[in-house]
T-cell receptor
Framework: DQQVKQNSPSLSVQEGRISILNCDYT??????FLWYKKYPAEGPTFLIS?????DKNEDGRFTVFLNKSAKHLSLHIVPSQPGDSAVYFC?????????????FGTGTRLKVLA | DAEITQSPRHKITETGRQVTLACHQT?????MFWYRQDLGHGLRLIHY???????NKGEVSDGYSVSRSNTEDLPLTLESAASSQTSVYFC???????????????FGPGTRLTVL
């Protein structure tokens, strides 16, 4: 059973517009969430994270929103740039002491059109 | 600069062969992880280790094994390769700074394995 779901396998956005990538989770034990970005032939790289005590975290053009009651998070990229074209994975973890595992979603391929 | 490397980057093998994928990190991280990436499944955890001599099964561990004899290395062994194990394999490491799942995982470049 997929505990972290990204229901949109792909998304195309025009350069300069907003990209919104969505992620849903089912396990209420998850209390820490991350987004990773992956380019072809490279390993995933960390992008941004959010703790469940917050509902928003911002880093430059990237903002992650968390809706705990809906078990939903989203990544907003504003403005989108062609270099943002990549696969984006959301991941969930726990702040329980001694637990370091992530559970990843299936990924969303973002294409930013110039 | 500290880094995490994987070798080989590409491997073709035959069904039934034993294969070992190497992962080496120079960050002195205690935590190391192996994932496989498949279309429609994202990144799935195979095995992980929280320190020397510690190994744990992930969600897709059948047919794989790991051993941790030092901090830097976590080799992944496919005991008898199967076509279903054709995939891209990623190794990752993280520190235990926070003592919790908030420590960032750093990924290697991946190994593309084809089992014929």
């Amino acid at each position: 059973d997929q505990q972290v779901k990204q229901n949109s396998p792909s998304l195309s956005v025009q350069e300069g517009r907003i990209s919104i990538l969505n992620c849903d989770y089912t396990n209420s034990m998850f209390d820490y969430f991350l987004w990773y970005k992956k380019y072809p032939a490279e390993g995933p790289t960390f992008l941004i994270s959010i703790s469940s005590i917050k509902d928003k975290n911002e880093d430059g053009r990237f903002t992650v929103f968390l809706n705990k009651s809906a078990k939903h998070l989203s990544l907003h990229i504003v403005p989108s740039q062609p270099g943002d074209s990549a696969v984006y994975f959301c991941a969930a973890s726990s702040e329980i002491s001694g637990t370091y595992k992530y559970i990843f979603g299936t990924g969303t391929r973002l294409k930013v059109l110039a | 600069d500290a880094e995490i490397t994987q070798s080989p980057r590409h491997k073709i093998t035959e069904t039934g062969r034993q294969v070992t994928l190497a992962c080496h990190q120079t960050w002195n991280h205690n935590n190391m992880f192996w994932y496989r990436q498949d279309l429609g499944h994202g990144l799935r955890l195979i095995h992980y280790s929280y320190g020397v001599q510690d190994t744990n099964k992930g969600e897709v561990s059948d047919g794989y094994s790991v051993s941790r004899s030092n901090t830097e290395d976590l080799p992944l062994t496919l005991e008898s390769a199967a076509s279903s194990q054709t995939s891209v394999y990623f190794c990752a490491s993280s520190d235990q700074t926070s003592g919790r799942g908030t420590d960032t995982q750093y990924f290697g470049p991946g190994t593309r394995l084809t089992v014929l």
